[in-house]
């Protein structure tokens, strides 16, 4: 018996937060992977988390590199490698920067850890996977997107505040692309069992749905520099456990789609069933109209990225 090996790629805030959040729930041990000129800064951070490991009482190696020899043979890589969204910076922006750095992450993951499970949180997410999936030559169940925890964590945070409720108690839902045209299906939505619409008014469930659409953004403006980290590593970490621990959770997460929802060749954010396989099933569902125009307009800006990217 072995503990688990994961490789987090990319050791800014949310990199590091994540390997931290895995080690202190011994998901298994962490190798924490940035460029070289940051070689030992990421050692700093691997070490001074090690050194927390006696005080809060977990066992999990974790070291900082820039080698990716030293990520060989490991069961998940997490990527997060790339450059943060920036105020008034657009999630699109983004993209022809960090699909090179994912291309260039994937191709060294892939070298060492040809049988991982890889999941990606660069933004813009959708398109990011995509890039990952293609460079990894990798099966769909192996590359999978963080952002529809991340979405719905944000939703279910808002509507806890609103009914002063655990936010146990809440479960919400999202589909499409992670972005402002995400969509929040409310009716999917429920505290402690009772549908939201039961318990509160429209027009402030559609202000907390707004609120979680423009949910990155707002971390964004009041940061001031960078985004949001803390709730996507504990997104991320979500992830892993599903899949380390072979849970079979219903999560939402960015899957390539194949005929699912009428997308093709896409990854677009959808209910699935993550476990020991990795992204194991597609949850399909039938849509109202409008949720359905609405997706329809959420996979179109995803697809307007990935042109950007064809380019
Ligand atoms: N290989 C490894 N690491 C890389 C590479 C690369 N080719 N290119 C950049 N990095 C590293 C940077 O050196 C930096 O340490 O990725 C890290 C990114 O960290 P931050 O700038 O702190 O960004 P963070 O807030 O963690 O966000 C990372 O997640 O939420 C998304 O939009 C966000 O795409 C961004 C990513």
Do not use: W
Not at 172 to 190: A, E, K, Q, W
Not at 215 to 239: F, R, T
Not at 306 to 311: I, W, Y
Request: proline share 4%; hydrophobic share 40%; aromatic share 6%.
């Amino acid at each position: 018996i072995r503990r688990r090996k994961i490789s987090v790629i990319g050791a800014g805030f949310t990199g590091s937060t994540t390997a931290l959040m895995l080690a202190q729930k011994e998901l298994g041990d962490v190798v924490l992977v940035d460029i070289p000129k940051a070689e030992n800064p990421t050692k700093g951070k691997a070490l001074d988390m090690l050194e927390a490991s006696p005080v809060q009482g977990f066992d999990a190696n974790i070291i900082g590199t820039s080698n990716y020899e030293d990520t060989k043979d490991s069961d998940l890589v997490i990527i997060t490698a790339g450059v943060a969204r920036k105020p008034g910076m657009s999630r699109d922006d983004l993209v022809n920067i960090n699909a090179g750095v994912v291309r260039s992450v994937t191709e060294q993951v892939v070298k060492y850890s040809p049988d991982c499970i890889i999941i990606v949180l660069t933004n813009p997410v959708d398109a990011m996977t995509y890039e990952v999936y293609r460079t990894s030559g990798f099966p769909k169940h192996r590359v999978i997107g963080q952002s529809g925890v991340l979405d719905t964590a944000r939703f279910r945070t808002f509507v806890a505040r609103e009914l002063n409720v655990s936010v146990e108690d809440v479960s919400g839902f999202v589909l499409g692309g992670h972005g402002d045209d995400m969509v929040p299906l409310v009716r999917y939505s429920y505290a402690g069992g009772i549908p939201l619409e039961k318990l509160i008014p429209k027009d402030r469930l559609d202000a907390i749905v707004e609120r979680t659409r423009k949910g990155g953004g707002e971390i964004v403006n009041l940061l001031g520099n960078g985004s949001a980290y803390y709730a996507p590593a504990a997104s991320l970490v979500q992830m892993a456990e599903a899949i380390l621990k072979d849970k079979k959770r219903i999560l939402p997460a960015v899957a390539y789609l194949e005929g699912e929802y009428g997308y093709n060749d896409l990854y677009l954010g959808v209910p699935t069933i993550l476990g020991g396989n990795g992204l194991e099933k597609v949850i399909v569902l039938d849509l109202t109209e409008e949720e359905k125009k609405a997706l329809d307009k959420s996979a179109e800006s995803v697809k307007s990225v990935m042109k950007v990217l064809q380019q």
